[in-house]
């Protein structure tokens, strides 16, 4: 599993305030801490309490690049500001994202096709997140469907199940876990998969824990990347023991620094 680095997002009081100043040494020192962590995208979010998202994505965009050759993941739901982006990331970058709204996938995957970016699609319409896999998996089969009628590779698709908090939502779970062993059926090559995994612990206790055990059980799922904390040593030792245990990588006594070194 490739872990996203979630960090760099003005949701954060430091990063907000990087934003408000212009002053980058706490995007460059993120950027730089998350990639000596393993890994290997960074998310780029300005937050919510952004006016002029635009500028605000150009110029983390700019200095994440100054510090970073990690592939950027554009998260934002001002698709101007995710297309400005878009145009000064040096490599093909990943967007984040697209639901399953029609002339919001018209336009995203026409961006996708021009940047050659890869994209995350979420299982949710315009009338919100359905609950049941089944209706997440038809969700993600309109994404499918769309992404290959506009020419964009399906390798380049991550479907998003979708997580809430645990202590809101519990009941989803299990619904995420199927669907993310149902997309890997739907179309050869099969998309890809995310999730925003702080998501499940927002607002409990154990946070880490609950992290980093809901990563490992929908890894086994077919769970692909996840936007995380790339800076919990214990999840990125966690997922890197996954790995291993999936057979993704070869066993040696030092695997957890031979991830971390590799940005997957
Ligand atoms: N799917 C996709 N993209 C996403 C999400 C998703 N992007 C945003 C988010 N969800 C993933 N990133 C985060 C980043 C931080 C937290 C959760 C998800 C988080 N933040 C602390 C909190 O809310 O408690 C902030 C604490 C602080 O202010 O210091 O948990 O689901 N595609």
Same mark, same amino acid.
């Given at each position: 599993?490739?872990?996203?680095?979630?960090?760099?997002?003005?949701?954060?009081?430091?990063?907000?305030?990087?934003?408000? $100043?212009?002053?980058? %040494?706490?995007?460059? &020192?993120?950027?730089?801490?998350?990639? =000596?962590? *393993?890994?290997?995208?960074?998310? @780029?979010?300005?937050?919510?309490?952004?006016?002029?998202?635009?500028?605000?994505?150009?110029?983390?965009?700019?200095?994440?690049?100054?510090?970073?050759?990690?592939?950027?993941?554009?998260?934002?739901?001002?698709?101007?500001?995710?297309?400005?982006?878009?145009?000064?990331?040096?490599?093909?970058?990943?967007?984040?994202?697209?639901?399953?709204?029609?002339?919001?996938?018209?336009?995203?995957?026409?961006?996708?096709?021009?940047?050659?970016?890869?994209?995350?699609?979420?299982?949710?319409?315009?009338?919100?997140?359905?609950?049941?896999? $089944?209706?997440?998996? %038809?969700?993600?089969? &309109?994404?499918?469907?769309?992404?290959? =009628?506009? *020419?964009?590779?399906?390798?380049? @698709?991550?479907?998003?199940?979708?997580?809430?908090?645990?202590?809101?939502?519990?009941?989803?779970?299990?619904?995420?876990?199927?669907?993310?062993?149902?997309?890997?059926?739907?179309?050869?090559?099969?998309?890809?998969?995310?999730?925003?995994?702080?998501?499940?612990?927002?607002?409990?206790?154990?946070?880490?824990?609950?992290?980093?055990?809901?990563?490992?059980?929908?890894?086994?799922?077919?769970?692909?990347?996840?936007?995380?904390?790339?800076?919990?040593?214990?999840?990125?030792?966690?997922?890197?023991?996954?790995?291993?245990?999936?057979?993704?990588?070869?066993?040696?006594?030092?695997?957890?620094?031979?991830?971390?070194?590799?940005?997957?």
């Amino acid at each position: 599993m490739i872990i996203i680095g979630e960090r760099i997002n003005g949701m954060f009081r430091d990063i907000a305030q990087a934003i408000r $100043e212009q002053n980058p %040494a706490a995007v460059q &020192e993120w950027a730089k801490k998350q990639e =000596a962590m *393993g890994a290997g995208y960074l998310d @780029l979010n300005v937050g919510p309490a952004v006016s002029d998202r635009v500028t605000a994505m150009k110029w983390l965009v700019e200095v994440t690049q100054e510090v970073s050759e990690l592939p950027l993941c554009l998260d934002s739901t001002d698709y101007d500001a995710i297309e400005a982006g878009l145009e000064l990331c040096n490599k093909p970058a990943m967007i984040n994202s697209v639901p399953a709204v029609q002339e919001k996938m018209d336009r995203i995957f026409t961006m996708a096709k021009k940047f050659d970016s890869e994209v995350i699609g979420l299982a949710m319409s315009a009338e919100g997140i359905p609950k049941d896999a $089944e209706s997440r998996v %038809a969700l993600a089969m &309109e994404l499918v469907a769309n992404c290959d =009628a506009y *020419g964009v590779p399906l390798d380049k @698709l991550y479907i998003d199940p979708l997580v809430l908090p645990c202590n809101v939502g519990q009941d989803h779970g299990p619904e995420v876990f199927e669907t993310l062993r149902q997309i890997k059926l739907l179309s050869d090559p099969p998309p890809k998969t995310t999730v925003g995994l702080s998501n499940i612990s927002q607002g409990t206790g154990n946070r880490e824990l609950i992290n980093r055990i809901f990563a490992v059980m929908a890894m086994a799922c077919g769970l692909d990347s996840a936007i995380a904390d790339a800076c919990d040593e214990e999840l990125v030792e966690a997922v890197a023991t996954g790995r291993i245990l999936l057979n993704m990588d070869i066993y040696c006594d030092s695997y957890v620094d031979v991830f971390k070194s590799q940005n997957l």
